[in-house]
């Protein structure tokens, strides 16, 4: 069962964030009155927030200074980040000191949140490179689920809402844990779910370049809904299933495209990472283009 209580909402300031952030506002709030969750509004201030060239020769800043500016100003904008789509529900704003990423997942420990809602990146190139990293160290890290937004600024501005679930399973033991929790969303979400399931490469290289054996292919698609069936019936559930082979990136997003969905549910293997015993997770999520949970 996905019980979302508490959803920890990491937030960037400055222009080169503001879509990204709106939108990953909207998406938080849609979540939290869906699931009567309450908000934790986390900035963390690192020595890389201050302004290049604030430390040229006789400008008479000093570091502690330019750090209590610094503060000062993103105390400010926390003041400030209570967008419209966050009215009517409760707000905790937090300001915290050190690396985004451990300071992210420390608070999500310690406030025991059941959920982190973040963009991956900004617009800026020096945004990206930043909480690509940070984003990275989350996944992998984390205590709870993870829902991530690699496009976020680039989306249509719309209402955002959940109306269709599509979620990756790779029919290992662990796919149990996946598919379970995504049926819980989509029923919490009342949305329409359809399970996805990317084989391997079916092409047999030779000497005139690459072809598809029909018979192998029927053979491993065939074995995969055999296993899906199986997994739906030890889960309790019945829905769509989608069986391709190739790239797993590529053909989830193409999936979740051609279904209409709204969101996209992963797992990841217990003991390694969010990113998924082959390191198809972060892939997965740059090439995503709506939000992706993982679980």
């Known amino acids: 069962m996905l019980n979302i209580r508490k959803i920890l909402v990491p937030v960037v300031f400055g222009e080169s964030s503001t879509g990204a952030s709106s939108n990953i506002a909207e998406q938080a709030a849609w979540l939290a009155r869906r699931f009567q969750s309450e908000i934790i509004l986390l900035h963390v201030v690192t020595p890389l927030s201050y302004p290049a060239g604030m430390f040229e020769s ?6 502690q200074d330019l750090h209590a500016r610094v503060v000062q100003k993103a105390e400010a904008e926390l003041d400030r980040a209570l967008w419209p789509e966050l009215e009517g529900i409760t707000v905790t704003r937090m300001l915290l000191r050190g690396h985004p990423g451990t300071e992210i997942v420390r608070t999500a420990r310690e406030q025991n949140a059941d959920l982190i809602v973040m963009a991956t990146h900004g617009e800026a190139a020096f945004v990206r490179l930043l909480l690509g990293s940070v984003t990275g160290k989350v996944l992998h890290e984390s205590p709870c689920p993870v829902w991530t937004g690699a496009h976020i600024q680039d989306a249509p501005k719309s209402e955002f809402s959940v109306r269709n679930v599509v979620c990756a399973i790779d029919l290992t033991p662990h796919s149990r844990h996946t598919a379970s929790l995504a049926v819980s969303f989509a029923a919490a979400a009342e949305a329409t779910l359809t399970f996805v399931h990317i084989t391997a490469g079916v092409e047999i290289w030779g000497p005139g370049g690459s072809d598809v054996d029909p018979a192998w292919q029927k053979t491993i698609v065939g074995i995969a809904h055999r296993e899906a ?9 019945h829905t769509e299933v989608i069986v391709d082979s190739g790239n797993v990136s590529q053909l989830l997003s193409a999936a979740a495209e051609r279904t209409g969905a709204d969101v996209l549910v992963i797992g990841h293997r217990p003991g390694r990472s969010h990113l998924g015993d082959n390191g198809n ?5 740059r090439e995503s283009r709506i939000p992706v949970l993982s679980v």
Not at 229 to 237: S, V
Not at 281 to 285: C, E, N, P, R, T
Request: aromatic share 4%.
């Open 58 to 63: 006789g400008d008479g800043v000093t570091a």
């Open 229 to 237: 069936a199986q997994l739906q019936e030890e889960i309790g559930t």
């Open 281 to 285: 997770g972060y892939g997965i999520i």
